[in-house]
């Protein structure tokens, strides 16, 4: 029931930065406590989860092969989510989600994607 929007992808070289957002509608962020997700998949592959913030909380979770070069943060006066991707890689071309769900459900609401492409 949750909508999201993403937004930011684009094309950007190898070593590059690109910040991605996340704006959630149906839902307030400061007195409802979601987990908010970044995902990623690209053909062929699995959907992988990129990182993970709640709410409400301080809990903050990356993949190995992202940690130490994208941030996940959030603006609950905005309800909205960012995902601050620095040092890019080529293999860090994917379609990137984000996807919210409540704290007491497994049932996870996705955003349409952005396009994210590092290429020379």
């Known amino acids: 029931e949750v909508q999201l929007v993403e937004s930011g992808g684009g094309l950007v070289q190898p070593g590059g930065s690109l910040r991605l957002c996340c704006t959630a509608?149906?839902?307030?962020?400061?007195?409802?406590?979601?987990?908010m997700t970044w995902y990623r998949q690209t053909p062929g592959k699995e959907r992988e989860l990129v990182a993970g913030i709640r709410t409400i909380g301080g809990s903050i979770n990356y993949a190995d092969n992202v940690k130490g070069r994208f941030t996940i943060s959030r603006d609950n006066a905005k309800n909205t989510i960012y995902l601050q991707m620095n040092s890019l890689k080529t293999e860090d071309t994917a379609v990137y989600y984000c996807?919210?769900?409540?704290?007491?459900?497994?049932?996870?609401?996705w955003g349409q994607g952005t396009q994210v492409t590092v290429s020379t």
């Open positions: 996807a919210a769900r409540w704290r007491f459900s497994s049932k996870e609401d």
């Open positions: 509608s149906g839902v307030t962020f400061s007195t409802e406590n979601y987990f």
